[in-house]
C-alpha cells in the first residue's frame, strides 16, 4: 500500500540528526515540522526568513502574521530567529544548511531534478529551489512515485526544465526509498505492502535492486 502524506513524511523526519539546519520544501516536506524525533535538536529553516519553525500551530497558537515560504501558517519555536530574506538565501547559497526536503515532478538516474514548472501552465517563477539545490548538499525529494496517470517520475532524462543537474542523490517515493548512484536508482527500501514487481514497473529509468532491500516500519 503506499505511503501517505504523513507517512512519507515520517521517513523523511528519521534522517534528521541532532544539530542539523534543514530547510523544509513547499508540500510535503513542511509536514516533517511535525514529526521531528524527541531526542534531536534541530533548527528547521524557511527561505523567507525564518530559522527554528516549530510545528504546524492549533487554533489557539495561530499567528496569521507567521508564515513559511508557502504562505502556510507556522509557529516558532524557542530560540528563533526572524531576518530578512537576503540573509535566508546568503545561509543557503553559503552551504550553511545540512539538510534539504524538497517536492519535484521529475527526477533522473543523474540526478537531476525538474520542481519548479510545467510548460503551458502558469507558474510564478522557481522561487528558492535552485538555490537550495545549489548550495546543499544532502537533499532529499519526496514525491509521488507516478503521476495520476501511471507515469513514472523516475526517468532515464528529465523532460521538463531542470532546477538542478546533478544535485540529488535521495528519492522518497510513495513507494519507495532510493539512492542515485552511477546512473541508477538502487532500491532501499519498499514501502509497506508493496512489492519489488510494482517499483520496477513503475520505474522508467535504470533501477538496481539489492538483495538487502528491507521493508520500512512505522
Known sequence: MALTREQMAQRVARELKDGYYVNLGIGIPTLVANYV?????VMLQSENGLLGMGEFPT???IDADMINAGKQTVTARRGASIFNSADSFAMIRGGHVDLTVLGAFEV???GNIASWMVPGKLVKGMGGAMDL???AENIIVTMTHASKDGESKL???C??????AGCIRKVLTDLAYLEIQDGAFILRETAPGV?????VAKTAGKLIVPDDVVEMTF
Request: charged letters at 20%; a negative charge; hydrophobic letters at 40%.
Open 37 to 41: 524525533p524527541d531526542d534531536i535538536d
Open 59 to 61: 487554533q489557539a497558537t
Open 195 to 199: 512489492s519489488v514487481e510494482e517499483i
Open 159 to 164: 523532460s521538463l526544465p531542470l532546477t538542478g
Open 108 to 110: 533522473d538516474v543523474q
Open 155 to 157: 526517468l532515464p532524462v
Open 133 to 135: 539545490v545549489a548550495g
